[in-house]
């Protein structure tokens, strides 16, 4: 079975036990100053909610690895993410809209790596992203100098543009995961 097969089956298989991710598509494009909130919402609700819920034992009795399942997640939350940021932006000027896109997929990829952890490690995928947002929005309260440091590994302090901080951040986040899923795969 080719790759596109698959994957075309795995948006099938999202579309009929997820029929609520066009509303948050549509939220994701009407909300834009509590969208973070709906990008984690998306990004938990992806794959680590496959796993965590037992539907991935489903799913592996389908010609998917686990590889190429988080692959096709990422690239279904991805998609969903620029579509949404593109529409729910374009009254902005272009050259505002790449930053919007790049920092909206920034936020995602961290959050959904961190579902999948939290899936994998503590079955349960809500916990590390909740804790992750809920420091990041709380991290206004800390002092300067530890404010500073944690704002550049932070989804939501990205501004004009993503610091190469916070990009290595997401980067090894997603490198984890994707390493965390190819052993397990070797083990099962």
């Given at each position: 079975m080719n790759i596109g097969r698959k994957f075309e089956a795995f948006l099938r298989y999202e579309r009929s036990f997820k029929s609520w991710i066009p509303l948050l598509f549509l939220a994701i494009i009407l909300f834009d100053n509590i969208r973070p909130v709906f990008l984690l919402i998306l990004a938990m609700h992806l794959y680590g909610f496959?796993?965590?819920?037992g539907k991935i034992k489903l799913l592996l009795l389908l010609p998917f690895r686990r590889w190429e399942l988080a692959v096709f997640s990422l690239f279904t939350g991805i998609l969903l993410v620029v579509t949404a940021v593109s529409i729910g932006d374009s009254s902005n000027e272009s050259i505002l809209l790449l930053p919007a896109i790049g920092k909206a997929v920034a936020q995602f990829s961290v959050y959904w790596s961190l579902s999948i952890l939290s899936a994998h490690f503590l079955n349960n995928n809500t916990l590390l992203p909740v804790i992750f947002f809920l420091l990041d929005f709380l991290s206004g309260l800390l002092p300067?100098?530890?404010?500073?440091?944690?704002?550049?590994?932070s989804p939501l302090y990205q501004h004009a543009q993503l610091t190469t901080w916070f990009l290595s951040f997401a980067i090894t986040t997603l490198s984890v995961t994707f390493i965390m899923i190819t052993r397990r795969e070797r083990w099962a």
């Open positions: 496959d796993i965590s819920s300067h100098s530890i404010r500073i440091v944690w704002q550049s590994l």
